[in-house]
């Protein structure tokens, strides 16, 4: 098992740049999750899903849009890139099966928006 | 949004010494959930709470969940090298579904040999 993988490992774009980072699992599993990690601040939930098909807004969206077009992916967008988005972006995948479901995380996606 | 107060935001201990770090919040949470996070990595997880009151250990570490439901600690026996790296708290306030967590701002920890 490869667990969860995401695509790219870095990458650097330009203001008004459009992107979609990749992420992939092969367990199975039915929730994934996309967050942002900013230094002094913890990770933060963008856009999250229950299941194939289904999406679902987290704390911070906007600027962000998603798809879960097949279980195992769940692809994070953006549209227009601009600075603030400059992050780090991990992507986790749990069972779904309630209040002892355990994330597992990807290995980040570091995004620099110039 | 909901934060969580995480806290010391860093430590510098020799290797041997015991550790302790904590998370404090303004809501209740059902779960709270402490990860380590090494450089280039994702988040693992370390220990997992979902009772008040629950004292749960790994291993050298112990994490307690507050009986208010407002606070944790995570305490770290007798540290070694490879403990080095990033403990986050996170709290979830669902009992079930999709686990929205709220994550602390994260404790750097580094050790001297």
């Known amino acids: 098992n490869a667990g969860v993988t995401q695509t790219p490992k870095f990458r650097v774009l330009k203001t008004g740049q459009s992107m979609t980072l990749l992420c992939a699992q092969d367990?199975?599993?039915?929730?994934m999750y996309w967050y942002r990690q900013d230094p002094g601040m913890g990770l933060r939930l963008i856009h999250y899903?229950?299941?194939?098909?289904?999406?679902a807004k987290g704390e911070v969206p906007d600027g962000y849009n998603v798809s879960r077009l097949k279980k195992q992916n769940f692809l994070l967008g953006l549209e227009s890139a601009a600075p603030s988005q400059t992050s780090v972006y991990f992507c986790?995948?749990?069972?779904?099966?309630?209040?002892?479901?355990?994330?597992?995380f990807g290995p980040g996606t570091r995004l620099t928006v110039l | 949004g909901q934060q969580l107060n995480q806290s010391p935001q860093s430590m510098f201990i020799q290797e041997g010494e015991d550790v302790s770090m904590n998370c404090t919040s303004s809501?209740?949470?059902?779960?709270w959930l402490w990860y380590k996070q090494d450089p280039g990595e994702g988040p693992v997880l370390l220990i997992a709470?979902?009772?008040?009151?629950e004292l749960t250990s790994n291993g050298r570490l112990t994490a307690q969940f507050g009986i208010t439901r407002k606070d944790s600690f995570l305490n770290i026996s007798a540290s070694i090298p490879s403990d080095v790296g990033i403990y986050f708290c996170?709290?979830?306030?669902?009992?079930?579904?999709?686990?929205?967590?709220?994550f602390g701002q994260g404790t750097r920890l580094t050790i001297n040999p």
């Open positions: 986790a995948s749990s069972y779904g099966t309630g209040a002892t479901d355990t994330q597992y």
């Open positions: 367990m199975n599993h039915e929730y």
């Open positions: 899903s229950v299941g194939e098909g289904t999406t």
């Open positions: 809501s209740i949470f059902n779960t």
């Open positions: 709470l979902y009772k008040a009151g």
């Open positions: 996170a709290g979830s306030g669902r009992p079930g579904g999709a686990q929205k967590l709220v």
